[in-house]
């Protein structure tokens, strides 16, 4: 269920051409980033939980609910892989990228940055299938 702004990501990774044209590059740290847990903090305005489970290698399940449960969406996401300099082989990087659905008609795209610790997210989720209306996404892992 999405409030005024908020709807639920549930699709794939983001479209080429969509919002990863204009989101940021992955990069890969020392460790590969790890996105799964619990986070708190607000999507569109939003405070809430996210939600993160891992589904298999780079593939993730996503599920916010904000505090007062007016907004609710799932998410698909895709984690990106990078090389580092000096490296052969692509790790799993920084950038989530995902689809989410609210299961009311809401749905969009977006994107995630891990910080280098795993203790931080930073985003953008964008509303609709034209992305014409985007809103920033800010997380702390609280399941430590």
Known sequence: MMGSLVACPSGGAISPGGAAASGPVAE??????????????????????????ALGERRYYGRFESEDGAT??????????????????????????????????????????????DSALTGVIYFGERQTNSAGMSFVRVDE
């Open 28 to 53: 890969s740290y020392e460790l590969p980033s790890n996105f799964k847990g619990e986070w708190l903090g607000e999507s569109a305005g939003r405070l809430g939980i996210l939600t993160i489970e």
């Open 72 to 117: 609710k969406y799932v998410a698909n996401m895709q984690q990106a892989a990078a090389t580092r300099p000096g490296d052969e082989v692509p790790s799993a990087a920084n950038l989530l990228t995902f689809s989410w659905r609210d299961g009311r008609g809401g749905l969009g795209d977006g994107w995630l940055l891990i910080n280098r610790e």
